[in-house]
């Protein structure tokens, strides 16, 4: 029979021990980067997406040349809402949200300073239940910068108190109609990654 060495029992003791700590070491930190990427790759393939149910329609009536104000504003479905508009001579314009935005944006880009300061239909737009529609997108918060500094009363904007506080109403139940839910967009196939991974076995 083979004589082992002391010394080179307790060097393989040893040599275990330190492979398996190795081991266990690089189990752990496969597992922890795993979790780690699974939850960065949801990250990156998922976002919120904000939905309104109802919407705003604008009725606009002009009472002077050039000067209008806001006769009512009524909820609507999503896909109705916009701006009816009628003129002194009787005839009428319906304007969608992104007819409305183009007359806000030409007005904030040729009279910036003068916005909010008369009584046109770009303002009746900015201020009424157009302008907080489209202030609703992220990617219009220049719009709710004019809202939030323009005129201190902007029930002034309005045929008559009534009619305000009537859009105020409009308002909130825009706001409680809100609905937000996490949409995931990772490509079908499945998670890829060592934790991924599915295997078969057969029998012989």
């Not at 690089?26 to 922890?32: K, N, V």
């Not at 916005?115 to 719009?143: E, K, P």
């Not at 996490?182 to 499945?190: A, I, K, L, Y």
Request: with cysteine; net charge positive; proline share 4%.
């Amino acid at each position: 029979m083979a004589q082992i060495r002391k010394g080179s029992f307790i060097r393989s003791v040893k040599d275990i021990s330190i492979g398996g700590a190795l081991a266990i070491a690089l189990l752990s930190g496969i597992s922890l980067g795993s979790c780690s990427s699974n939850e960065e790759d949801e990250a990156a393939y998922s976002y919120e997406e904000t939905t309104f149910t109802k919407g705003i329609r604008s009725h606009i009536k002009e009472v002077k040349p050039g000067e209008f104000k806001i006769v009512s504003e009524d909820n609507v479905p999503p896909d109705s809402s916009g701006a009816v508009v009628t003129y002194l001579d009787g005839h009428t314009d319906k304007l969608s949200p992104e007819a409305a935005k183009a007359l806000i944006d030409e007005e904030i880009k040729n009279n910036q300073s003068y916005v909010g300061h008369h009584s046109g239909l770009s303002t009746m737009l900015l201020y009424g239940g157009m302008g907080y529609l489209l202030g609703r997108n992220s990617s219009n918060g220049y719009i709710n910068n004019f809202r939030n500094s323009g005129p201190q009363n902007p029930g002034a904007f309005y045929s008559n108190p009534s009619a305000y506080q009537k859009s105020q109403s409009t308002f909130r139940q825009v706001d409680a109609s809100r609905t937000t839910r996490t949409v995931n967009t990772r490509p079908s196939g499945g998670r890829k990654g060592f934790f991924g991974r599915s295997s078969s076995r057969s029998g012989g």
